[in-house]
């Protein structure tokens, strides 16, 4: 295989019969799954089936688990949570810039702040900022980083339903030009088919289904809907 084309199939992301258990309480359960360079992948499940726990273990931040399996990902990686998790004492552009030197990070940070809708507000603290352009100056200290992959987990979570759907066309239009890998955790079935090209379920510890969502064929939202409601237990007509 030519190197070009095993560069682009080459999983950024591959776990093997990963197993995580909490007090003997097995989370995750044999679990294998690969995630392809540049693919944009949501996960659902139901709250407890793990979501967390994985996004987690392939973050390498799952300390204080009992683990086996194999996992493999790329060395930059960037995680965005729920909450922004900026530093009240530190403005936005010190925030984005946390950890990082170089000569051109100033310049980088200020680029990153611009593509997040952000320019100008450099100087601002994060109280000053509304719930979404936290999350905004979150994902500009992902993107910063340039990274391979990037893991979020409900980021839009605690945001209104206006401001989620600017935040949709905000990281599909980043990830569209920054091509990382994403895994993105929700709950919202919607934002799992208008976002990602794959969505897979978590079920009992394994991937239970791995849906591919082709935007350009002739399948419809709502099919979507249906099937990966029907994978979490949940009829699409209930009340
Ligand atoms: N540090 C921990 N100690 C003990 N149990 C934990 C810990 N972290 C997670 N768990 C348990 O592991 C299970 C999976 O949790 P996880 O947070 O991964 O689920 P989730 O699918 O992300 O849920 P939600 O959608 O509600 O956020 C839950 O039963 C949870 O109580």
Known sequence: MAPHTEQLTRPAVRLRGLTRAFEGRTVLDGLDLDLPAGQFTALLGHSGSGKSTLLRAIAGIDHGVAGSGTLTAPERVSVVFQDSRLLPWRRILPNVLLGLDGKDA??????????????????????????????????????????????????????????????????????????????????????????????????????????????????????????????????????
Not at 127 to 146: H, K, N, P, T
Not at 149 to 174: N, V
Not at 187 to 201: F, N, P, Q, S
């Open 106 to 239: 100033g310049e980088r940070g200020r680029a990153a702040l611009a593509e997040v809708g952000l320019g100008g507000r450099e100087r601002a603290w994060p109280s000053e900022l509304s719930g979404g352009e936290q999350q905004r100056a979150a994902l500009a200290r992902s993107l910063v980083r340039e990274p391979e992959l990037l893991l979020a987990d409900e980021p839009f979570g605690a945001l209104d339903a206006l401001t989620r759907i600017k935040m949709h066309a905000l990281l599909r239009q980043l990830w569209e030009r920054h091509r990382p890998s994403v895994l993105l955790v929700t709950h919202d079935v919607d934002e799992a088919i208008a976002l990602a090209d794959r969505v897979l379920v978590l079920e009992d510890g394994r991937i239970g289904l791995d849906l591919t969502v082709d935007r350009d064929g002739p399948h419809a939202h709502g099919e979507y809907r249906t099937r990966l409601l029907k994978a979490l237990g949940v009829s699409d007509d209930a009340p």
